[in-house]
């Protein structure tokens, strides 16, 4: 099962109004005659009701899906049901291996779909569906694939919002009536998904007061003692929805909005807010990778004498005892996706025998250490991908740390291409970063 992160989640109130206002649930024997009805006879009404809701909707229903363990954190799905079958379209093209086929963005696949009694009333989707179930079914070796549900029990129906909860592995599944065809809405996702994704917010504002965060991947993580909180979210056409309310310095939001007139995010009331990045920011929280400068000769290095000395010994010890050269080294986000590494951001290098390639990094962490300053700290976290194998760069590592907090000197302030880092501590020690 890809369970990747642990993750701890704020406490959800689910909704007690259920269709026309009631909640919908079965009762215990000893609470029939007050109904006076069998809870068979209430669950049969109350799978009729869900029903009469779904399919209501013309348009069909905004599907905030979260698979397995959240890695992912949410993906947006519409779904439209009429007449026993389901319309599934996902934001993201899936190639599901299974039935050997690629699907684009907004692809609509039609499947059945049943709502049944059991222990409760149960939503599920009952024939194949290449959308829904590539997240369910098994792949090799791994026997329940991303470990997700295909079958959801109803917590809550009303005709705008429908809440349910996975049998097996218990996400939710939240539902939301559309109010435009599912290409729009899908189409409006996507660009936001763009939009936000392109920096790493590194910065929370509640009630005036400001918190570090990280906002990367569908994640917003914080760190509280020793345990990293980790708050999915999903992308909505006017920002990002959580899976569950938050609290954070004790404001409560469950949705933030983008303005892109000042690049920020806040809840409806303004209490919470991810402001604008600062240059510094930007820099802590690339989505892509910094890359040190250096070459064949002593001239095309970019760094410091003392760090170029040490990289060509570390250069000579790969190569002496793997037979392997240093193809890249940097800093910044994880090349790695978050299913096959922890560590997002990362120091790394590419190593590379013959025509095969390594991906060796460590965890870091890179955050703004005073604007007034302009000065940024790097400190090491945790192994990452392969680092166990080649401990042989901690030298190079150390070195980055050691140095740290850095002024940084940017080579231009709209592309962000190249900037210097020299130490505040040591202004003997620098080295040069570059994005390709």
Known sequence: MKNILKYITIALALPLGGVGGGLLTSCSPETENVFGQSPAKRQQQAAAQYLQVLEAQELGWAVDFYPGAFEYGGIAYTARFRDGQVTLACEQPIANRSVDRNYAAYEEVTSGYQIINGNSVM??????????????????????????????????????EVLLRGVRY???????????????????????????????????????????????????????????????????????????????????????????ANESLASADGRMQLPQPTMLEKFCGATTQWHFVFGRNDADYDMCDDLRTLFKQVSNVLSREKFE???????????????????????????????????????????????????????????????????????????????SPYVVSFSDTDQLSSVRLTSQRDATKWFTLKRK
């Not at 504002?205 to 990293?228: F, R």
């Not at 190593?351 to 302009?374: K, P, R, T, W």
């Open 123 to 160: 939503l599920t989707f009952d024939t194949y569906n290449a959308l829904i179930h590539y997240w369910s079914q098994p792949s090799g070796t791994d026997y329940d694939g991303y470990a997700s549900d295909y079958e959801f029990t109803f917590v809550s129906a009303t005709p705008d």
């Open 170 to 260: 218990g996400n939710l599944l939240h539902m939301y009536a559309l109010k435009e065809p599912s290409r729009d809405y899908l189409t409006k996702v996507s660009a936001m998904r763009s939009q936000l994704s392109t920096v790493t917010r590194k910065r929370l504002v509640a009630d005036g007061t400001s918190m570090p965060i990280t906002a990367l991947e569908n994640h917003m993580e914080y760190t509280a003692g020793d345990k990293t909180v980790s708050m999915p979210y999903i992308y909505t056409p006017t920002g990002l929805r959580f899976y569950e309310p938050v609290t954070l310095g004790g404001v409560e939001a469950q949705s933030l909005d983008y303005n892109a």
């Open 325 to 403: 050269a240093i193809d890249d080294m940097y800093i910044g986000l994880n090349k790695l996706s978050r299913d096959q590494d922890t560590q997002r951001f990362v120091m790394g290098w590419d190593a590379y025998y013959l025509s095969i390639g390594y991906n060796v990094c460590h965890g870091i962490d890179i955050y703004v250490d005073s604007e007034q300053a302009g000065t940024i700290a790097i400190k090491a976290t945790d192994y990452g991908n392969l680092y166990y194998n080649y401990t042989l760069f901690a030298p190079l590592l150390n070195f980055v740390v050691d140095n």
